[in-house]
């Protein structure tokens, strides 16, 4: 079963303590993306990748990191977070071959909330 | 990128066709018009997309128009479950697929009552 796999789905921390998101797919996708969803402004992208080892900011990159060592893997990283950072956070994958649909594929989601 | 423009919310009855309307009149030659949706506590999930034909698949149809400024989502038989947000996003097909990040806008939340 193709999936999208997220970790912590819920989590409270402190300001300034740093955290990680785990994200991981099993379709062999080569994009990756973060997303954050906040009420009022919908779903803004943080960071995509469109391989291992290339990442690029999206629309909100500030306060964030990623990496990509490994395809199945595109972990978001919070170095100091702050209270503004609490949100809830998608990861998602496509399929970037010749034919493909741009299908993207989200996980169920992480709650963060920084206190 | 090429905007949408989507109602914020609509109201619908259960077991009756519900037809969600989208505005792209930027949109240009090369984007794919693609529809979303988030059902509460969950990720989006894709639910059709189309270039210039209409589209039939087994959740919705996707009807748009000749000049390709707007598009409407038709669910020939709303469920309690299709409550959902519906997003109507634009996708540079010119990327290949291998860019042509989509960029979600506000959506529509969609309410059925039984």
């Known amino acids: 079963e193709a999936q999208v796999t997220q970790n912590p789905r819920y989590l409270i921390t402190v300001t300034g303590k740093k955290l990680t998101v785990t994200c991981s797919q099993n379709m062999n996708h080569e994009y990756m993306s973060w997303y954050r969803q906040d009420p009022g402004l919908g779903l803004r992208q943080i960071y995509y990748s469109m391989n291992v080892e290339v990442t690029d900011k999206g629309d909100v990159p500030e306060g964030y990191k990623v990496s990509r060592k490994e395809k199945r893997n595109f972990p978001l990283i919070l170095e100091s977070p702050s209270p503004n950072q609490t949100s809830l956070y998608f990861c998602?994958?496509?399929?970037?071959?010749?034919?493909?649909?741009?299908?993207?594929?989200f996980g169920e989601g992480s709650r963060l909330t920084v206190l | 990128d090429a905007k949408t423009t989507q109602p914020n919310s609509m109201e619908s009855n259960e077991e009756e066709p519900v037809h969600l309307p989208c505005n792209h009149s930027t949109i240009s030659g090369t984007d794919y018009i693609h529809w979303y949706r988030q059902l509460p506590s969950q990720g989006p999930e894709y639910v059709i997309h189309g270039l210039t034909s209409n589209v039939n698949n087994r959740m919705a149809s996707l009807a748009i128009a000749e000049d390709r400024k707007s598009s409407t989502l038709i669910l020939h038989r709303a469920t309690l479950r299709d409550a959902a947000v519906y997003y109507c996003?634009?996708?540079?097909?010119?990327?290949?697929?291998?860019?042509?990040?989509?960029?979600f806008g506000k959506g529509t939340k969609l309410s059925v009552k039984p």
């Open positions: 998602a994958t496509k399929n970037t071959g010749l034919v493909n649909t741009g299908e993207l594929f």
């Open positions: 996003i634009l996708r540079d097909s010119n990327y290949g697929g291998s860019q042509g990040n989509l960029i």
